[in-house]
């Protein structure tokens, strides 16, 4: 099984909300990502986790604040954020090399 | 320049025609290399990894060229279903990965 599951699949938030993305997986992977996609441009990494450790921020705005509870949840917070931020929100997770994606979350900021 | 390059296309290619495309990267120290296909509105999917000696799956060879920082996939018989995005991934070690801009394929029938 090479499943991801992220939650929601949609949301539109204000820019004064506070809200979470949700990802899980259950292949026993130790590594676990977010990237952002903007239409028509690839993946941008945003973070890693490895072990559950925060081991990679590409220099993302605190207003995305990552969460990892333990080794099968990933969890992105969003709070204050803006209209430029709207986007497709990709997680994906990996034992060694070969990131496994999940459907993303596709955010609109209002 | 950019980390990982792609020639954007779009490609467009009658059904049963070969295609290949080309992503060049910039750091001589990358790991590992992929290639992913992505549907419009879809996330990325894992086509094949990319190793120094080739390897083929099915319809699909993928080549490294260390040497002159290149991997190339060849699509043999295209089929209306292989039009996607073809992303070339870079691992740089320690989970730094870098995806190329994406080639867009439309396979016409």
């Known amino acids: 099984d090479t499943e991801v599951t992220q939650t929601p699949k949609h949301l539109v938030m204000g820019m004064t909300n506070k809200k979470s993305l949700k990802c899980e997986q259950h292949?026993?992977?130790?590594?676990m990502y977010w990237y952002k996609q903007k239409a028509k441009k690839p993946p941008e990494l945003m973070f890693v986790?490895?072990?559950?450790?925060?081991?990679i921020n590409e220099s993302v705005p605190s207003r995305f604040s990552p969460e990892c509870p333990n080794s099968s949840l990933l969890n992105l917070h969003l709070h204050a954020l803006q209209p430029e931020d709207s986007a497709l929100y990709l997680c994906?997770?990996?034992?060694?090399?070969?990131?496994?994606f999940g459907p993303g979350t596709r955010l609109l900021v209002l | 320049r950019k980390e990982v390059e792609q020639d954007p296309g779009p490609f467009n290619v009658p059904e049963g025609a070969t295609v290949a495309f080309n992503c060049t990267y910039s750091?001589?120290?990358?790991?590992?290399f992929f290639w992913y296909r992505q549907d419009c509105r879809k996330e990325p999917k894992l086509l094949m990894s990319?190793?120094?000696s080739g390897n083929e799956d099915g319809r699909f060879t993928a080549q490294l060229n260390r040497a002159s920082q290149y991997i190339s996939l060849l699509i043999r018989d295209s089929k209306l279903s292989d039009s996607a995005t073809y992303l070339c991934?870079?691992?740089?070690?320690?989970?730094?990965?870098?995806f190329g801009t994406g080639t867009k394929l439309q396979v016409i029938p």
């Open positions: 994906a997770s990996s034992s060694r090399e070969t990131q496994y």
């Open positions: 292949m026993g992977h130790r590594a």
């Open positions: 986790y490895s072990y559950e450790k925060l081991s």
């Open positions: 750091n001589s120290a990358s790991q590992s």
């Open positions: 990319v190793y120094s």
């Open positions: 991934v870079v691992n740089r070690g320690y989970q730094k990965v870098t």
